[in-house]
């Protein structure tokens, strides 16, 4: 990476628009009831011009790398996963682009349909991250992945799982654990800054039962006990910065608001917005910059909203820890 920092922008839950109307092959009652609550409300709160807007800010900024930490879609319809296929092709090659789903993007149980594997190029693992799996005895299929960059290492989860109507929870299941424990231990042990993309919230008491991570309490022990220097989520639609400590020093925990949302009727902090996180220090692994970029008011031009300072202590070839 020489002395350039190196820099991930981090955006969550555009929502694109959803249009076309209704499949009727694979109509359900959720998806009947999230498209009426999509025509009545949500069409008129998120905004897929503002996540265009959002993007060119982006580009202007050069990235080294983008995530999406899910809910592309609303009602994970397989004409609205394809439309959001081509916009992650707009948005970058799948080397400098990495997504993980949200419970918006497996919305219900699709039958003879690919359903997000139609963004599978985005959400896997590279060349490193492949061998890292091997070497582990990690299936090098499906979640987690791992992608390299310098000296970061992103770790993609998938929390999203078929749910009944009125529910947004999530889970990770045993054997994603277990991969990721394994996963966490190795990059640790190589030194690597650790970049955890989740799409709900890690931790029980950030969210209620009803949205939340049916396994948050395993993976928060993980956490504590393997530790990881970041870890980046969406779902909530707001900002928010949690902290947890582990063994190893305390872990950040970095929500975000919409991508789309172009009114601040969630409330504060959740108009649309994108992070800049920069690695800074010595090949990028001593401090972490996260400038927040996006609307300050409705129907407002994009700005800089605020630039927060994390710092890693420690060498990268021991424990890292933040404060
Ligand atoms: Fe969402
Ligand atoms: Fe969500």
Known sequence: MGGKPLTLAHLSDPHLPTSGGLSLRHLTLKQTLGYLNWQ????????????DRLIVDIKDHAPDHIAVTGDLVNLGMPLEIEAAAEWLMALGPQADVSVIPGNHDIYVRLHRDPGVARWCDYMRSDAFGEQLLRETGVRAD????????????????????????????????????????????????????RVVLIH?????????????????DALEGMLQQCGAELVLHGHNHTNSLAWLDSRNGRVPILGIASAGMATSAEGAGSLARYNLIRFLGAGGGQRIEVIGR??????????????????????????????
């Open 40 to 51: 009545c409300r949500r069409k008129d709160v998120f905004s897929s011009v503002l996540v």
């Open 294 to 323: 996006g609307l300050a008011v409705p129907g407002g031009p994009i700005v800089e909203l605020d630039r927060r300072a994390l710092s890693l202590k420690g060498e990268l070839t021991g424990a890292v820890a933040l404060e």
């Open 200 to 216: 709900h919230p890690p931790l029980a008491r950030l969210t209620s039962r009803r949205r939340g991570l049916r396994d948050a």
């Open 142 to 193: 499906g979640f987690p992945f791992v992608r390299r960059l310098g000296l970061v290492a992103l770790i993609g989860l998938n929390s999203a799982v078929p749910t009944p109507p009125f529910v947004a929870a999530g889970a990770l299941g045993d054997a994603q654990l277990s991969r990721l424990q394994s996963i966490l231990q190795e990059l640790e042990r190589l030194g690597l800054v």
